[in-house]
């Protein structure tokens, strides 16, 4: 068995509970550039970065995928007041699990389909920093693609200086997480944490299914 030497993992609905708003924030964002949004498209495109996702449902939804850029100043408008009324916490056992793996000599990285101005500020009012809960944070500024391409996660390799990805562990709430995941070639980790149920993240690759993040140190990979 191949202990893993970095975690990977998502931010929104898989390590901080932002009470379901960028959800929100994205599907308005969108029906305000003018297109319709079917619930299996949003779930589909959760976890990507968000101006490719806004572009992608404006072109399943009716609308134009040029104006996805408006879409996406919009999305962020959105997102900023939304976390103004209702900020983002940590999910429970989160933090503590992370600081166990750190503490077995895990290095830990946020990757996430935000833009740093997105990003940094949620970090901020959950209070994690890099050099001391983290090793490394990856945004969608980072990389020429967000998920499901592998990027962020050979980035978050490329900052903690992991050269093996058969010892690197990603996990997610969504469809997008666990498909970059494996086109990292990494161990693949879906949770529970976000808008989708077991079965639903079962049907795509994976290597366990987890109720939180805050279970993974009972891994035998992690232990």
Do not use: C
């Not at 990285?109 to 500020?121: E, K």
């Amino acid at each position: 068995m191949t202990l893993i030497t970095l975690v990977a993992l998502d931010m929104a609905g898989t390590t901080i509970d932002d009470h379901g708003l960028v959800y929100e924030a994205l599907a308005e964002s969108v029906r305000e550039t003018g297109a319709t949004v079917a619930a299996s498209d949003l779930q589909l495109w959760m976890g990507a970065d968000k101006l490719t996702a806004i572009g992608a449902l404006l072109r399943l939804g009716g609308g134009e995928p040029a104006d996805a850029p408006a879409g996406f100043e919009r999305f962020r408008e959105i997102l900023a007041e939304s976390y103004r009324r209702t900020p983002p916490i940590a999910l429970p056992g989160v933090e503590d699990a992370l600081r166990t793996l750190r503490g077995r000599g895990v290095k830990i990285a946020l990757t996430t389909g935000f833009t740093d101005g997105v990003a940094y500020p949620i970090l901020d009012t959950v209070g994690w920093q890099v050099g001391d809960l983290l090793d490394a944070v990856v945004t969608s500024s980072e990389v020429a693609a967000g998920r499901p391409a592998p990027y962020l996660i050979h980035h978050a390799m490329e900052k903690t200086r992991v050269t093996d990805v058969a010892t690197v562990l990603a996990a997610g709430d969504t469809v997008v997480d666990l498909l970059a995941a494996r086109n990292a070639g990494a161990v693949g980790v879906g949770v529970l944490t976000g808008q989708l149920t077991k079965n639903e993240l079962a049907q795509h690759p994976h290597d366990y299914i987890l109720e939180s993040v805050a279970n993974l140190p009972v891994l035998p990979e992690l232990s």
